[in-house]
C-alpha cells in the first residue's frame, strides 16, 4: 500500500537516522498557534523564523541522552543549556508539562510523558498538570468530561512510571497558590500584548484570556518556592507560551542585572563598540587614567566602519555623555522592586557604589556576582527571583492515514486507551512510504523518511535500541524490507506496547486513589 501524500502533512523528515536533513518546504506560511490545528509545514523555518535553537547544538552536553533525543525527534529548544548544566553539576533543576484533558491520552502525549519521566530520573523535580482550567474556557468541556479525561492521561502517567511521590501532579483549578500568582503575573501583561501574540480580540472570552495567564503561572510553578532551571517539554505549537513566560520572568524581577560604561544605557551591540574604545583609550585619551566619553566617540568615528547603526547609536550616545569618565561598571537596574527591597540591595553591595534613583552602579562587582546578589536579595525582600524558563520541543508525529495526526480522528492516531487489537489493525491499515510494487520497492527501496509506520518505530516502538531502529530504516531504505511485513511487525510491537500499557494502568488505579489529587472536580 502506498500512501498518498496529502498537501497538508507535514514533513517528517531529517530525524537523527535519516539519510539527508533537509526538509522540503511545503506550505510557506508557519504559524505557531496554540490552539489551531498542530501541523508544521517546515521545522527549519522555526529556526530562522522563531528564534528557536536546534537541539543538536546542546545534544552533546546532556548527561544519557533520551532516545527522542538522539533520534532528533526532540529538534528543538530554548535555552536547554541552563538545565543541562544543572543536570551535570548535580544542582537543582525543574521539567513541568501540561495536558488539557480533551479526549483520550494518544501516543503522541507519550512523548511527553516519557520526557518528564525521563527528566525525574535524571534529578529533576518534575511537575505534571492537568490543564482543566484551560479545556474549560478554551475548549468549553464540562466537569463532567475534563473528569474522565484527566482520570486517563493521569493514569498513564503513573503507568509508564512517573514517580508520584517524588514529582507533583496537580489540576489548575484545584491549586490556590498557582492561581494566586496567575494573578500576580497578570499584572504584568495587557491585553494588547495577547492580540498581537495569540490574535484575541474583542470576542475572545475572558476566561480563555485567564487560562493564558494560568498557564504562565504553571511554566513559573516549579520556581515557586526557589528560583531554578526549568524545562517545559512540549510541541512547537506552545512556543508563544513559552516565550511569553520567559518575558514575564524577567518583568517580574525587582532587579536587572546590565554592563555598562557611562551613566547612559546601551544594547549588547552598542556596549561591545563603547568596550572597544575603553579598551583603546591609551591611544586616544589626553589622560588614559580617565578616558572621556567624547574623546570615545571620535575614536569610535575614525576606527570603525560607521554606517552600521548599533556604531552610529553608540557614538551619539558618547558625544551626549561629553566630558564624562568612561568607567566600566556593573549596574542594577530597578525594575519592581520595593522600597525596602532597593534599600536591603544597597546595604548588600560591597566595595564602591553609585546609588541614583532607579539604578545603583557598582565597580568592584563582576556581573555573575551581581547577578547571584540580586536575586539573593530578591528573595530575601519578598520576590521569586524567576530564572528565565526554557522549554525543548518534540516532533509531530504524522498521521497514520497520512496528513496529520488528530485526536478528532481515531484512524489517525492510537490512544493509549485503545483495545491492543484494535491498535494492531491501525497499524496494519496505515500508509506508508513504500514504493508501488514489492519489485520497485527491492529496487528503489522504501521511503522511510516519509513513512508514518517508521515514525512509530523510531518514536515509540524500538524504545531504547537505538540498532532496531536503524536496522528497519536501512532495511527499508535499501529495499530489503517490504511494506507488508514490516506493517506486520510494527503492528504486533504495537499490539503488545498497548496491551502492556493498559495492565500497568490498572495497577496504578489504587496508587491514584492514594494521590493527593481531586479525582473528582469541586466545581461539578
Ligand atoms: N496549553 C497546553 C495544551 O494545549 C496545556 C498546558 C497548560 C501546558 N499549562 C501548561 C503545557 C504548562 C505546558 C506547560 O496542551
Ligand atoms: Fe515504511 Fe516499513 Fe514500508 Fe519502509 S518498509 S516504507 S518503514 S512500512
Known sequence: MTRDDTDDRFETDGTALASDGGTAAGEDEVALDPWGSATISDYRKLFEEFGIEEFDDVLPDVPNPHYLMRRGVIFGHRDYRRVAEAMQAGEPFAALSGFMPTGDPHIGHKLVFDELIWHQRQGGDTYGLIADLEAHSARGLSWEEIDEHARDYLLSLLALDFDAEDGTLYRQSENRDLQDLSFELGSKANFSEFQSIYG?????????????????????????????????????????????????????RYFGVTRAYASFEADETELSHVAAAYEARTEYAEDPETPRCEEAADWLAESVDTGVSAVETAISKLENAGMEPLRPRVRFLDRNATEAAFEALIEAIDGEKRVFEEHIDTFDLSREEAEELAREVEMETGGYGFVMPSSIYHRFMTGLTGGKMSSSVPASHISLLDDPEDGYEKVKAATTGGRETAELQRELGGRADECPVYELYAYLLSGDDDEFAKKVYDECVGGERLCGDCKEQAARLMEEFLEEHQEKREEAEELLEELDIQLKSSRR
Open 200 to 252: 484575541f480580540d474583542g470576542e475572545t472570552n475572558v476566561s480563555h484570556v485567564q487560562s493564558v495567564v494560568t498557564q504562565m503561572a504553571d511554566i513559573l510553578y516549579p520556581q515557586f518556592d526557589e528560583p531554578k532551571p526549568t524545562v517545559i517539554p512540549v510541541g512547537p505549537d506552545q512556543d508563544p507560551h513559552v516565550r511569553l513566560a520567559r518575558d514575564l520572568a524577567v518583568r517580574m
